[in-house]
């Protein structure tokens, strides 16, 4: 699939499954830029990037994406080097319950924000051309994981949010398909953040319950989760999409009951 003179930005760009998204977008011969908070591993991941597809094609922008005026320049910078924006992709995350106020910016407040920025970028109501939006939840939205509590919410959030948006989008005609993404276990340095009592708080005491848990569910490579999110991209039929990615199931999406009178 050829993605050629299209810009895509994003977030938590710099590792784990945004890192395989970027390598993704730029084997298709888009534009990325990267919007990471670690500055080491993003400016790391650049000069791989720019010695495997050529310099010009990947910027890293630092930025963390709960400062919304950070967030706000990262995507004007984007349009600045790039010259238009088609493609957004809301990934950065965290897991911790013991700052859960800073899960919700990271996890929910910031993925609203990038969504409502995506849209001054692209929609047809700020006179713009269209393009498309991903959200990243989790698999957790379904499980009810007992021992990430806020996390899980969080995720619930994605979905409810993303849904609504893109009703909105199709009923507004805004031009811009809005779909999320659910993806199991997956082999990132997030899963690590169970075996730490900063992260976790009290539910650290829980972690061989969570090693269990991935035991049972086994854990996804990251390519294959860079492979769904190319199939929400290209898909010009998917808008309020749920994309699940489980190892036993593989890529599908979750049904809804249609809503009764
Ligand atoms: N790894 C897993 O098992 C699963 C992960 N997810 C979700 O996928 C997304 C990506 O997760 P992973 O790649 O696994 O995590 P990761 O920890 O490997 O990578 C996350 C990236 O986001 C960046 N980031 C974190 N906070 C940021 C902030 N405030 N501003 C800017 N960048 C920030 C990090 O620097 C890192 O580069 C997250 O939303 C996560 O919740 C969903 C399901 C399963
Ligand atoms: C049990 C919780 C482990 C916590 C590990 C840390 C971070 C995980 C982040 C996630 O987003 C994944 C969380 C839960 C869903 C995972 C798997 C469900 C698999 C369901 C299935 O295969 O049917």
């Not at 893109?166 to 659910?182: H, M």
Request: hydrophobic share 40%; proline share 3%.
């Amino acid at each position: 699939m050829s993605l050629n003179g299209k810009v895509a930005l994003v977030t938590g760009g710099a590792q784990g499954i945004g890192r395989a998204v970027v390598q993704s977008l730029l084997q298709s011969s888009a534009k990325v830029a990267v919007v990471d908070l670690n500055k080491t591993c993003g400016e790391e991941s650049k000069a791989q990037l720019d010695a495997e597809f050529g310099e010009g094609n990947c910027n890293f922008i630092p930025c963390d994406v709960s400062n919304g005026d950070a967030l706000r320049d990262a995507f004007q910078r984007t349009v600045e080097q790039f010259g238009r924006l088609d493609i957004v992709i809301n990934n950065a995350g965290i897991n911790n319950e013991k700052n859960w106020e800073k899960t919700i910016q990271v996890n929910l407040t910031s993925v609203i924000k990038g969504t409502y920025l995506a849209l001054e970028h692209m929609s047809k109501e700020y006179g713009k051309e269209g393009g498309t939006i991903i959200n990243v939840s989790s698999m957790a939205a379904f499980l009810h994981s007992p021992h990430q509590p806020v996390y899980t919410a969080t995720k619930h959030g994605v979905i409810g949010f993303t849904r609504a948006m893109a009703d909105a989008s199709s009923q507004g005609d805004y031009g811009v398909r809005i779909n999320v993404l659910c993806p199991a276990f997956v082999d990132t340095p997030l899963l690590h953040s169970v075996e730490h009592e900063d992260n976790m708080g009290k539910f650290v005491k829980f972690k061989d319950d969570f090693k269990r848990s991935m035991n049972k569910f086994g854990v996804l490579q990251p390519a294959l989760i860079a492979e769904g999110m190319m199939r929400l991209i290209v898909d010009s039929t998917l808008n309020g999409a749920v994309m699940k990615i489980t190892c036993s199931k593989g890529i599908h999406f979750h049904t809804y009951e249609p809503m009764s009178a």
